[in-house]
Structure formats: structure tokens, C-alpha cells
């Protein structure tokens, strides 16, 4: 009842940067917040940024803040994440998740979309 799509990820070399966008679709809709995780290989699913859907509130990794900023447009049903000074240990499988609430926990978040590739070369 609730599919997510995330797009625009690719290849970009090291201080380039990159803006991912995740569409939600089905009906009805009443998630709440948004939240992007990033998962490398061999490793666990990590926190990148979230928000809610009203926009009053956002979070970020430590890793990424000052570097990242997540927005969304609830019109479209679709949440952004802006990467600016992109370095190579952000290349990951980048997600966009939905829930009732903001959280930055990966099992807070029912829905999933299929996952978008960044990768960052040096």
C-alpha cells in the first residue's frame, strides 16, 4: 500500500556532489517521517538523515552533517537528500524510509524503498 523510489544516486569523484530523491506512492498515505540509511558491504545498515513530513524537525549522522541536508515536498510525496563534499566512505546502497514518527534507528522504519547506489571515487 505504500511503495517508496529512490533515484539519482551514481558516480561522482571525491568533493562532487549528489542529490537523491525518494517518491512515495500509494493510497492511502499518512506516514509521518522520512529517513534516509546508507548500508556499505559487509556492513550494518547506519543512520543518515531525517525528517517530518511538516519539516519542524530534522536529524543527521555526525558523519555527514554540515555536508548533507535532507528537505522534502509534500505535494509530491517525496523527501531529497542533498550531498555536497562527497567522500569515498559515503559510497553505500543509500535507502529512504517512512513511518508514523522520526527515529534514526533502521527498525523504526516499516517501509523501505529498493535502495539507490552512490558511489565516490577518490
Known amino acids: 500500500q505504500v511503495q517508496l523510489v529512490e533515484s539519482g544516486g551514481g558516480l561522482v569523484q571525491a568533493g562532487g556532489s549528489l542529490r537523491l530523491s525518494c517518491a512515495a506512492s500509494g493510497r492511502p498515505f499518512s506516514t509521518y517521517a522520512m529517513g534516509w540509511f546508507r548500508q556499505a558491504p559487509g556492513k550494518e545498515r547506519e543512520f543518515v538523515a531525517a525528517t517530518t513530513m511538516s519539516g519542524a524537525n530534522t536529524d543527521y549522522a555526525d558523519s555527514v552533517k554540515g555536508r548533507f541536508t535532507i528537505s522534502r515536498d509534500n505535494g509530491k510525496k517525496t523527501v531529497y537528500l542533498q550531498m555536497n563534499s562527497l567522500k569515498p566512505e559515503d559510497t553505500a546502497v543509500y535507502y529512504c524510509?517512512?513511518?508514523?514518527?522520526?527515529?534514526?534507528?533502521?527498525?523504526?522504519?516499516?517501509?523501505w524503498g529498493q535502495g539507490t547506489q552512490v558511489t565516490v571515487s577518490s
Open positions: 524510509a517512512t513511518d508514523s514518527f522520526l527515529s534514526s534507528r533502521p527498525n523504526d522504519y516499516r517501509y
